[in-house]
């Protein structure tokens, strides 16, 4: 018996293996702790990665949003502004801590009315290959109360994520 | 004993989710689950309780046997739980890197 627990294990495993190997995107968010980590491979090299995030006009692109206001420096703040047929949807601001190019952001980041509250963000960029970078961000939150409600917040709106391949590995599994 | 109901709580747990590694490909009986840990089978079956009391895992009860069987369902609420959250970034990521590969191109 002790062989099929190793069995049932493995077969997990490979199944959940491929499954994060598949996932670009990773969350790490461990049960009663209030914070989480998002990591994230590009196929960008890292100068370019971190212009994403240093310059207004792409940071509107990929976001979404309007930069009101960003000072890349200690002590700078920025607020983004999202607005639809003339209404404001979406509004974040923060206060930078660290700015150090090509390497790492320390800011603090709230969505105005939203229950999740100040999150203090530390954003470390990282060169892997000269094509290909990887940007770790690590988010605490007031509370455990406070992540939950962050988390919750996309699944809510149930965004009409297919989780196809979750349920197939359990289709599999079963 | 107070059951923990959370669902996390219950997976937190390494010999908890062994168990439900095990039951995965086929239900079992409390007394087979036991079989594959050193734990005294006491403990086993408290897990087995906190499992079933989070519905994690299902009883189902063949003639004079009680089997053990995973909850598809409620394992999906818990990866789904996350995943939404990820999928979320992961369509801002995909995005961030169309963009700035675009940015070269021009």
Redesign the interface.
């Known amino acids: 018996?002790?062989r099929?627990?190793q069995q049932?294990?493995s077969?997990?495993e490979k199944i959940y293996k491929q499954l994060k190997m598949e996932?670009?995107?990773?969350?790490n968010?461990e049960?009663?702790k209030q914070e989480l980590t998002?990591t994230?491979e590009?196929?960008?090299p890292l100068a370019?990665?971190f212009?994403?995030y240093e310059e207004p006009e792409?940071i509107e692109?990929?976001?979404?949003t309007k930069v009101l206001k960003l000072e890349n420096k200690k002590h700078g703040s920025y607020l983004f502004e999202t607005s639809h047929q003339g209404n404001v949807m979406f509004r974040a601001n923060g206060t930078i801590h660290e700015f150090i190019p090509n390497q790492t952001i320390i800011r603090t980041f709230e969505m105005e009315n939203a229950e999740i509250g100040v999150q203090l963000e530390f954003l470390e960029f990282e060169k892997l290959t000269e094509q290909t970078s990887r940007?770790t961000m690590q988010v605490i939150y007031r509370s455990v109360e406070h992540r939950a409600v962050?988390?919750?917040?996309?699944?809510a709106?149930?965004?009409n994520?297919a989780?196809d391949q979750?349920?197939q590995v359990?289709t599999n599994?079963? | 004993m107070k059951l923990r109901r959370d669902v996390f709580q219950a997976i937190a747990d390494p010999t908890r989710r062994a168990i439900l590694l095990l039951v995965t490909t086929q239900a079992m009986t409390a007394g087979a689950i036991a079989s594959n840990f050193d734990t005294a089978r006491p403990t086993v079956s408290k897990h087995l309780q906190i499992l079933t009391a989070c519905d994690l895992l299902q009883q189902e009860q063949r003639g004079r046997e009680v089997y053990y069987h995973l909850n598809p369902e409620k394992m999906k609420e818990i990866a789904d739980f996350v995943e939404p959250f990820r999928k979320m970034w992961d369509d801002r990521f995909n995005k961030l890197e169309a963009v700035m590969k675009k940015s070269t191109n021009n």
Not at chain 1, 23 to 27: A, L, P, V
Not at chain 1, 61 to 64: D, I, N, S, V
């Open positions: 018996m002790g099929s627990i049932t294990g077969r997990y996932q670009k995107t990773k969350i968010a049960e009663g998002i994230r590009f196929d960008l370019l990665l212009k994403a792409f692109q990929w976001m979404g940007l962050q988390l919750k917040m996309p699944f709106y149930g965004l994520m989780h979750l349920q359990m599994l079963i």
